[in-house]
């Protein structure tokens, strides 16, 4: 801001002496206020692409924000992708947290994990990996209403594609259910229920779970509710649910 400042008042030093010069030859007509003209004119051109340079380097604009593609889900699988390449792709989290949990496969045993938190123009994407070789063992994803660039739902092979924007709680997912939980918060609430795909090899070993942000009693009533985040995950366990503020105030 001062610096700012000092520039304005050299400018308007300049027009003065620039005045001056005028008035001067104007009384004269010698040379030397011809020379004090130009010497004028000169730093004043030179002071006004200072500043208009300042003003424009002073000017941060917003970057672009990456779009996933609709296939995102299908490109990347926890357990053959690492972090590094979720960084080399996609450049530094906005947020990364160590969570825990109590296994319940364990005997009580706490797991603890990093969670990579990323914003994309069309999604909000939780990236988990285990605390030591930084493998991602969970893809948990709340994508925007955005018709441009829709995101597709994973479900097992018998279902056909739909973009995560008409998703609904097929009947597979029920049939094929590994855990059904339901939470009640303050100011949220989610249900969902966590499948396993066990009869198709190349996602056998993978637990998909589909949650709504409503809150219901029983797993059947999600029957043809709407799936509004998905989280692809290695473990019954860790399923990180992303808070819906998220999205209402984004």
Sequence with gaps: ????????????????VLILSIIWFWNSREIEP?????GSISFLIASLGK???KNKNEVIERPDQKILHQNFLYDYIPGEVGISKIIEDFGQPRKITLETL????????IIEYYVYEYKFSNA??????????GNIIAITLLPYCDEKYP???RYSFVENEENMDIAEFKKSIITHMRN?????????????????????????????????????????DL????????????????????????????
């Design 1 to 16: 801001m001062i610096e700012f400042l000092r520039n304005k008042y050299i400018i308007i030093f300049e027009i003065i």
């Design 34 to 38: 011809i020379i004090t003209f130009i």
């Design 51 to 53: 500043l208009r340079n």
């Design 102 to 109: 109590d296994s319940e496969n364990l005997c009580n045993e």
């Design 124 to 133: 909000i994407v939780l990236f988990s990996t285990d605390t030591e070789l």
């Design 151 to 153: 995101i597709i739902c």
């Design 180 to 220: 059904f939980e339901n939470k009640m918060y303050s100011n949220w609430c989610y249900s969902a229920i966590t499948s396993r795909y066990a009869d198709y090899r190349p996602i056998m070993y993978l637990y998909f779970t589909y949650i709504n942000y409503n809150y219901f009693e029983e797993a059947d």
């Design 223 to 250: 029957y043809l509710e709407k799936i509004e985040s998905i989280c692809v995950s290695t473990s019954s366990e860790i399923h990180p649910i992303i808070h819906f503020d998220k999205v209402l105030f984004s």
